[in-house]
């Protein structure tokens, strides 16, 4: 494997955005996000990614195949939900930039390219000024009923890139999981 990473901008991330999308779907299908999605939905959530002019998609390539794209916008281009808790905290929205998904197909996935994603979008929202970066995860609990046995949280690989959890901090965004019939909500 010859795994390249490389940084996409502006009008630039357009051209990955169905590939982001594809990646959405198959990664985010697997626990903890149980994700059901569709192309059509990715379309439309995506749309407010691509309109900021600040945005960053990184990309993983696999002898030119897209393998993992890890996305980046100001927290004004996110939905209210996501904004809500900062927001709630009273702080100033236009100095926080949001680390939107990390999404890496599974056989490429310990080899270094999520330490590469985070290094590529805190250095384009330093560079852009920003003070503040952050993410979020879906919460699920410890005994819940599709949680494979080999699973691995996510926790220390964020600890070790010096974040953590912020109590108070959590949002609720609403999708509909493998087992379900309808959307629910589910808390970030």
């Known amino acids: 494997m010859d795994i390249i990473v490389k940084p996409f901008v502006g009008k ?11 990646l ?20 439309e959530y995506l749309e407010s990614v691509v309109q ?18 890890s996305t980046g916008v100001p927290l004004l281009y996110e939905p ?18 949001y680390f939107s998904e990390s999404v890496l197909s599974k056989a490429y996935r310990g080899l270094g390219v999520g330490v590469k994603f985070f290094e590529e979008r805190e250095k384009h929202a330093r560079q852009l000024g920003y003070k503040v970066a952050t ?16 699973y691995k949280s996510l926790d220390s690989f964020w600890r070790k890139r010096g974040y953590h959890k912020k109590p108070g901090y959590t949002c609720l965004m609403s999708w509909k999981d493998i087992n379900e019939i309808d959307a629910s909500e589910k808390q970030l």
């Open 12 to 22: 630039d991330i357009d051209k990955y955005r169905l590939e982001l999308a594809r």
């Open 24 to 43: 959405r779907i198959e990664v985010f299908r697997e626990y903890p996000y149980l994700y059901d999605g569709t192309i059509a939905y990715e379309e």
């Open 135 to 150: 993410f979020c995860g879906v919460i699920r609990s410890d005994n819940h009923p599709n949680k494979p046995e080999e």
């Open 80 to 97: 209210f939900e996501v904004q809500k808790p900062w927001v709630e905290a009273g702080a100033e929205l236009s100095e926080i930039y």
């Open 52 to 69: 900021s002019e600040e945005s960053l998609f990184v990309v993983a390539f696999d002898d030119g195949k897209v393998v993992g794209v």
